[in-house]
């Protein structure tokens, strides 16, 4: 048996884009290997028979399905763990995001499995499976091969793209679970907090985004006085590391545990380009980078690089495009 | 309470990291420091202690690696861990995530925290993931990426970013988390600490003193290899210009906008 199981996050009755691209990519992979996708949720009550069986579009033909707290790690390694055992599976899959680490680490040490993690590229060869993931700031691809009964594969954000099939409706399954101890030692006191205004970003054509090198929260005047400068469609757009420090909204951050966006023109002044960064933006049309670190990762995927101040940069090239625009 | 903190050596962040195309491992010739991301996690027990909500005996600093890793672990008794321990032996060499897991919940167990702190992700290995795996072998309960902790009455309210907002978790003690770049500004570490540091204890275990299984760990012991490494596919390189005249550079940005229609 060569089955390859999955586990799908859901929030708020919607199942994550994310998990969807793993089914899918389990799928294709699995048949490759002559075996099948499962995909494990873990909720309440809106994980209905409906929504479960939805996951057959995307190439699930089974749904195991378990009543547990959403939005934490170690109950859905309590079921997988289960249905593993029960079942034999060879593979684990989860798409990018944080919870799939999570997962993917916890099960990987109960079942004394391999992991790999930001996989970009999974492909079947002799009739197993082996994952590709970019190492070193993306400047070199490592391949995993495991051994063992069970191999875990965790997925860069966007590397699965999700393909629905017509017709596909996959059969659903309950299974009860004894959680472990631990398990019940965290609880969720609250879930999916919004921090800040609700800005709206995702349709912009052009995004000025500002991160840690702006220095204060003030600092994103200078990117808002940039953004209006460029008018029309024009939004401000932000790194986790401002976020968390509370300079600018949730809403307008990109990357892993943000958006993902591919704007017209991607402009990111203070900001070094972490992978968990990149990945939200790096299918931009046009992106430039300001940044005084002339090593800064970011360079190494901007089409123009401007190595400077931002704070001598920014006001000046928004005078000129205000300039521009009224002449 | 005690609070245990995992501490890593990594290269220094201004050494060009690379594979060693002989061993397929990180080349660790040149300069090497405390991994950056751990020095949160040692503040981080640092402000539990200073905090006086709970009363912390003892910071035990635990690192696994070869000799010269005791150097991160000198950095952090500087930083305040009252003495460390040295996980080495040459069994454990080519220990995939899996395995440097399992090894560090064993030298871990023998300790028997109240509280595992770690950093969000090593400088190297970058896999995010050590936290989850030592969690599940000690049988506690874990998050990653938290930026704030607050500890009341044997638990710890743990805030942290997910993929949809924020989530605030409560997780009853022993616990192991990890903690995201965010959670606080690191101190410096005095002279008087930097010069104490060597004073305070250290003692190396071997893998056999805290019950590790050698067909568990090493290069042989893991359960997946990485290999085959090569370039990813060349993407043409972007225009580069270096701001010496801000004039000039602002008509060059200009240029290549209007260039692209994009003004
Ligand atoms: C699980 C996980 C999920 C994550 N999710 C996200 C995510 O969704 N989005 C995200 O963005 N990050 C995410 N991160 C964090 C990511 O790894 C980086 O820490 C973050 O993107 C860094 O933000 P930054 O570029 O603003 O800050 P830094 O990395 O600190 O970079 C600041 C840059 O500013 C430059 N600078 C400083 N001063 C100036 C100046 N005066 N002029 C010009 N340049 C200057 C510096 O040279 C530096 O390159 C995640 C991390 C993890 C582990
Ligand atoms: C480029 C590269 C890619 C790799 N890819 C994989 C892979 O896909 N799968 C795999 O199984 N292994 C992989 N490895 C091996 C893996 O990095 C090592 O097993 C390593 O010991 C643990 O991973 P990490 O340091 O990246 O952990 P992370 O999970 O990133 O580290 C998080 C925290 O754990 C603590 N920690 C980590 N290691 C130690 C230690 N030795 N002693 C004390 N505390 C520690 C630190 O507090 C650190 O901040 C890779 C190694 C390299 C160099």
Not at chain 2, 160 to 185: C, F, H, K, M, W
């Amino acid at each position: 048996m060569a089955d390859v199981l999955t586990y799908v996050l859901h929030f708020q009755g919607a199942f994550n884009k994310n998990s969807l691209g793993a089914v899918s990519e389990g799928a294709a992979r699995a048949q490759e290997i002559g075996g099948q996708c499962h995909a494990v949720v873990v909720g309440g009550e809106d994980l209905s028979d409906e929504l479960c069986s939805s996951l057959g579009a995307y190439g699930a033909t089974r749904v195991f399905r378990a009543a547990g707290l959403e939005g934490l790690a170690q109950p859905v390694i309590d079921v997988m763990a289960k249905v593993i055992d029960d079942h034999g599976h060879s593979y684990a899959l989860f798409g990018g995001g944080l919870l799939g680490f999570e997962i993917g680490a916890g099960l990987a040490a109960r079942k004394q499995a391999g992991v790999t993690m930001e996989v970009t590229q999974v492909r079947a060869e002799n009739g197993k499976l082996v994952a590709e993931r970019p190492i070193l700031q993306d400047s070199k691809v490592s391949v995993s091969r495991y051994r063992g009964d069970l191999g875990i594969i965790i997925g860069r954000i966007n590397a699965f793209e999700t393909v629905t099939r017509d017709g596909g409706s996959a059969e659903v399954v309950d299974v009860d679970v004894d959680y472990s101890p631990w398990s019940n030692q965290a609880t969720m006191v609250a879930r999916g907090e919004q921090r800040g205004a609700d800005v709206d970003i995702e349709g912009a054509d052009i995004l000025v985004a500002g991160g840690r090198g702006l220095g204060k929260p003030e600092g994103f005047e200078l990117v808002e006085q940039l953004a209006a400068a460029f008018g029309g469609n024009t939004a401000v757009a932000a790194t986790r590391a401002v976020v968390d420090a509370g300079w600018y909204p949730y809403a307008a951050q990109i990357g892993q545990t943000g958006k993902t966006v591919s704007p017209k023109l991607y402009l990111a002044a203070g900001i070094s380009g972490a992978i968990q960064h990149k990945v939200g933006m790096q299918s931009s049309e046009n992106i430039i980078a300001i940044n005084k670190d002339a090593n800064a990762p970011i360079f190494e995927f901007s089409d123009l690089g401007v190595v400077g101040d931002l704070n001598k940069i920014l006001p000046r090239l928004a005078d000129a495009i205000k300039a521009k625009k009224g002449g | 309470m005690k609070i245990c903190v995992l501490v890593k050596e990594v290269p220094d962040a201004a050494v060009e990291k690379r594979i060693d195309p002989s061993t397929g491992r990180m080349d660790r010739s040149g300069e090497k420091n405390l991994n950056p991301y751990d020095t949160h996690a040692i503040e981080a027990a640092m402000q539990i202690r200073e905090g006086g909500a709970v009363q912390v005996d003892e910071i035990v600093a635990l690192t696994m690696g070869p000799e010269s890793a005791m150097r991160a672990l000198h950095k952090a008794v500087s930083l305040g861990a009252d003495r460390s321990i040295h996980l080495t032996d040459p069994a454990l060499a080519g220990s995939d995530v899996a395995a440097t897991g399992y090894a560090l919940s064993k030298a871990l167990a023998s300790e028997q925290p109240d509280l595992v702190l770690l950093g969000q992700q090593s400088d190297d290995g970058e896999c995010y993931t050590i936290g989850a795996v030592v969690a599940d072998h000690l049988q506690m309960p874990s998050l990653t990426q938290v930026i704030k902790m607050d500890v009341e009455d044997g638990a710890l309210r743990c805030e942290r970013q997910a993929e949809y907002g924020y989530d605030t978790v409560q997780v009853r003690l022993p616990a192991v988390i990890s903690v995201g770049d965010a959670i606080n500004e690191p101190r410096y570490p005095s002279l008087k600490a930097i010069m104490g540091a060597r004073k305070k204890p250290l003692e190396q275990v071997a893998a056999g003193d805290v019950g590790i299984d050698p067909g568990l760990v090493g290069a042989d012991g893991s359960r997946v290899q990485c290999g085959d490494f090569h370039d990813p596919p060349a993407k043409a390189p972007g225009q580069v210009i270096e701001d010496e005249d801000t004039s000039e550079t602002v008509d060059k940005i200009v240029a290549w906008l209007e260039e692209r229609k994009l003004i």
